[in-house]
């Protein structure tokens, strides 16, 4: 198992703050995705990396950005959150040439 | 496209029997497949992969899956279910640019 860490876990804030997801990974991989998913509901691929200073969109428009300037670290963004933006944010990531992606435990964002 | 479809919302079992949850995929050229589970409030866990070789697949927790290529399916399975298996359960596929593709998830119940 990779070693993948979100902070925070739980977040509750206002309509139009900005918010910042943070995941960093322990084992060197390359490559970063995030997925948004809604309580028991299916996961959507919202943005990846390849490796540092590569990012790309996912499948599942979103107002988040990221950011990959160092290999471990791939923060998610929100400029200014709405309620539509209240989700579980996934993190996850594999190693060059690996065929497992490996999720950390999550980040519960509620937007009120 | 790839894509996998689970065609069940939830599976219901009794301790102790066995248990199948289904996945069928759409690929083109060799499938890369696997089995997540997600418990409440949890990221998602790595179960099992089938890259290439047998088709019968051991994972974790004493699960395994059965590829069948004449059929497109990937379905995971428990000889016998325990209370603490109850969970949801996504299949994926890995496309060509190594993102996971997910399935719609699969509640299983096991009742005492």
């Known amino acids: 198992e990779a070693d993948i860490y979100q902070t925070p876990r739980y977040l509750v804030i206002g309509t139009g703050k900005k918010i910042t997801l943070e995941c960093s990974q322990t084992?060197?991989?390359?490559?970063m995705y995030w997925y948004q998913q809604d309580p028991g509901m299916e996961l959507h691929l919202i943005h990846y990396s390849y490796g540092v200073n590569s990012t790309e969109k996912g499948d599942l428009s979103s107002e988040s950005t990221v950011s990959r300037i160092r290999t471990e670290h791939f923060p998610l963004t929100l400029e200014s959150a709405r309620p539509s933006h209240t989700s579980q944010y996934l993190c996850a990531s594999s190693s060059p040439g690996g065929n497992t992606i490996y999720f950390g435990e999550g980040s519960w964002l509620t937007v009120v | 496209a790839q894509s996998v479809a689970q065609p069940e919302d939830q599976v219901n079992v009794a301790e102790g029997n066995p248990l199948t949850v289904k996945c069928t995929y759409s690929?083109?050229?060799?499938?890369?497949l696997f089995w997540y589970v997600q418990y409440p409030n949890r990221g998602l866990q790595f179960l099992l992969k089938y890259i290439t070789g047998d088709n019968l697949v051991k994972g974790s927790y004493g699960f395994e899956a059965e590829f069948n290529k004449s059929q497109t399916s990937f379905h995971l399975k428990k000889p016998s279910a325990l209370v603490s298996d109850s969970a949801l359960y996504f299949c994926?596929?890995?496309?060509?640019?190594?993102?996971?593709?997910f399935g719609t998830g699969t509640r299983l119940q096991v009742f005492p």
């Open positions: 690929v083109s050229g060799n499938p890369y």
């Open positions: 084992m060197g991989h390359d490559k």
């Open positions: 994926a596929v890995r496309d060509f640019t190594d993102k996971l593709i």
